[in-house]
């Protein structure tokens, strides 16, 4: 089991980068294919990027692609998103999940994730 804490989260405005790390305790990073989710107020948990546990696989949402960018500390036991040109509609809860499945793949569906962080939250002013 592992135990997901996210921080980086703040108020930045339209066009800043924020970076945010999920810290992994319990069993080691390494162990998991790791994912970013948000979910901004009123609406559904959506998938933002993912990363297996290697680092060399990585998937984003057409919303960030160019944007955002996930890496991986597996010495560290922490994933990174680093978040730039920050949008007011990127503005939600950011979640970290991890997944012992094939943690060679990297995963979208939230379903795929067995556990979750408690989130951070991002609000970007216009």
């Known amino acids: 089991q592992v135990q997901l804490v996210e921080s980086g989260g703040g108020l930045v405005h339209a066009g800043d980068s924020l970076r945010l790390s999920c810290a992994a305790s319990g069993r080691t990073a390494s162990s998991y294919s790791m994912g970013w989710f948000r979910q901004a107020p009123g609406k559904d948990r959506e998938f933002v990027s993912a990363?297996?546990?290697?680092?060399?696989?990585?998937d984003y949402a057409d919303s960030v692609k160019g944007r955002f960018t996930i890496s991986r500390d597996n010495a560290k036991n922490t994933v990174y998103l680093q978040m730039n040109s920050l949008k007011p509609e990127d503005t939600a809860v950011y979640y970290c999940?991890?997944?012992?499945?094939?943690?060679?793949?990297?995963?979208?569906?939230?379903?795929?994730?067995?556990?979750w962080g408690q989130g951070t939250q991002v609000t970007v002013s216009s």
């Open positions: 990363i297996n546990w290697s680092g060399g696989t990585t």
């Open positions: 999940a991890a997944t012992g499945r094939n943690i060679w793949k990297t995963y979208r569906a939230s379903l795929e994730y067995e556990y």
